[in-house]
């Protein structure tokens, strides 16, 4: 047998059976040093450089706590250039105390319970013959479906909005980043 042949069978058993090669590190160093939690979604969300607004609106309409907290949920979240595609002004009357009931409704047409990775969005999609109905924490309802290999979600009022990052995966849920912003009927 060729040593190509006997590494790539050894490399076969190993992936099949859970056998792995071992760095030299001491075992013990493992053992020692603290595990590094995942974010949630709120951190992630800080994270990203591209959802600021989010974040405010987040922050505006007090659910950081919420969003932060053990859990699964599903966001589908808008990067600052979904938000930019607003009208102008907006995102700025959004935020203002007085409206934060109706902010609180936008950010939650955003968030389904559970952890709705792009594997079971896609299954959904399959069985509903093309459509996926998926209920929102506002109560609404948004509609996913495939346009070639994008998942793009329709809202209420007939708006799309594609998912352009799929399976942000985070402690307390997934975040699916979209270019645009959904808003209930």
Do not use: W
């Not at 090669?21 to 595990?35: F, V």
């Not at 996926?132 to 708006?159: F, H």
């Amino acid at each position: 047998m060729s040593s190509k042949v006997k590494a790539a069978a050894f490399a076969a058993i190993a992936a099949t059976t859970g056998l792995a090669l071992t760095t030299a590190a001491p075992l013990a160093a493992h053992h020692h040093s603290a595990k590094k939690e995942a974010a949630n979604i709120v951190q992630t969300a800080q994270s990203t450089g591209v959802h600021n607004t989010l974040v405010a609106a987040v922050s505006a309409a007090g659910l950081v706590d919420t969003l932060s907290a053990d859990g699964a949920s599903t966001v589908f979240a808008p990067t600052d250039t979904g938000f930019a595609k607003l009208p102008e002004g907006t995102v700025a009357t959004l935020v203002k105390p007085e409206n934060k009931e109706t902010l609180t409704g936008i950010l939650t047409y955003h968030v389904v319970g559970g952890n709705i990775t792009s594997a079971k969005l896609l299954n959904y999609i399959e069985k509903g013959n093309g459509t996926a109905r998926i209920k929102t924490l506002a109560g609404g309802i948004l509609e996913a479906r495939l346009d070639g290999e994008t998942i793009v979600v329709t809202d209420g009022a007939g708006r799309t909005a594609a998912v352009t990052t799929a399976d942000v995966m985070t402690s307390n849920g997934v975040i699916h980043v979209t270019d645009g912003v959904f808003l209930p009927a």
